[in-house]
């Protein structure tokens, strides 16, 4: 079974505070995706990769960045953390094969509060 | 922005009941449409997938019905169960490139005993 972990499941910051949201993926994937989740917005992307090194602005990237170093770990970072940047975040990864959308397999989320 | 319009919002449906939520998009381009599910604490997972050459499709208790020309799509859930409470996220997404999935904003499905 594919399996992708997320290195906290509850978090808690301060204002102005870096944050490092961790994640991997044991299954060799190539893509791999990060977002959050709020009440009645769903799920929106912020940041995606598809390959190490390489990543790909979502659709709220604003007050976030990412990191893939390696292929198996997928980074996000809040560089200044601030209150409403208070949610759950979700990571994903899926298979790469041009032309073909594959499943995406989630892992069970960080809820962060920033007071 | 591309977007998928999902309702109702939330839904309370008695045990055996037909569970029923509807997805609309805008994007033409758009060909592959999942739904996944999402129990509290879990992350989504896929629960079941439909391409437009197909006008249904089904798992089980579980049927996608997609009509292309209205750019509509709806997950019905047969004898709906309990455990079938959780949230479900409709999708949709290009089969080409570096596309990626574009959600729904979710339907809270509550199964009343």
């Known amino acids: 079974d594919v399996k992708v972990t997320q290195s906290s499941r509850y978090l808690v910051k301060r204002t102005g505070e870096k944050v490092f949201l961790e994640c991997v993926q044991d299954?060799?994937?190539?893509?791999m995706f990060w977002y959050r989740q709020d009440p009645g917005l769903g799920l929106r992307l912020i940041y995606f990769?598809?390959?190490?090194?390489?990543?790909e602005k979502g659709d709220i990237p604003e007050g976030y960045s990412v990191s893939r170093e390696k292929k198996e770990r997928f980074s996000l970072i809040l560089e200044s953390a601030s209150t409403n940047q208070t949610s759950m975040y979700l990571c994903?990864?899926?298979?790469?094969?041009?032309?073909?959308?594959?499943?995406?397999?989630f892992g069970p989320g960080t809820r962060l509060t920033v007071t | 922005q591309q977007q998928v319009k999902q309702s109702p919002q939330s839904l309370i449906v008695q045990k055996g009941g037909i569970s029923i939520i509807n997805c609309a998009y805008e994007?033409?381009?758009?060909?592959?449409f999942p739904w996944y599910q999402q129990f509290p604490g879990k992350g989504p997972a896929l629960l079941i997938a439909?391409?437009?050459?197909?006008s249904e499709k089904k798992e089980g208790r579980f049927t996608i019905s997609f009509n292309k020309s209205a750019k509509q799509f709806s997950l019905h859930i047969m004898d709906s169960q309990p455990g079938d409470s959780a949230t479900y996220f409709c999708?949709?997404?290009?089969?080409?490139?570096?596309?990626?999935?574009?959600f729904g904003k979710g339907t809270m499905l509550l199964v009343s005993p």
């Open positions: 999708a949709a997404t290009r089969n080409s490139g570096y596309s990626t999935l574009t």
């Open positions: 994903a990864s899926s298979l790469f094969l041009a032309g073909v959308p594959y499943e995406q397999y």
């Open positions: 990769s598809y390959d190490v090194k390489m990543k």
């Open positions: 299954m060799d994937h190539e893509n």
């Open positions: 994007n033409t381009a758009f060909d592959y």
């Open positions: 439909i391409r437009p050459d197909v």
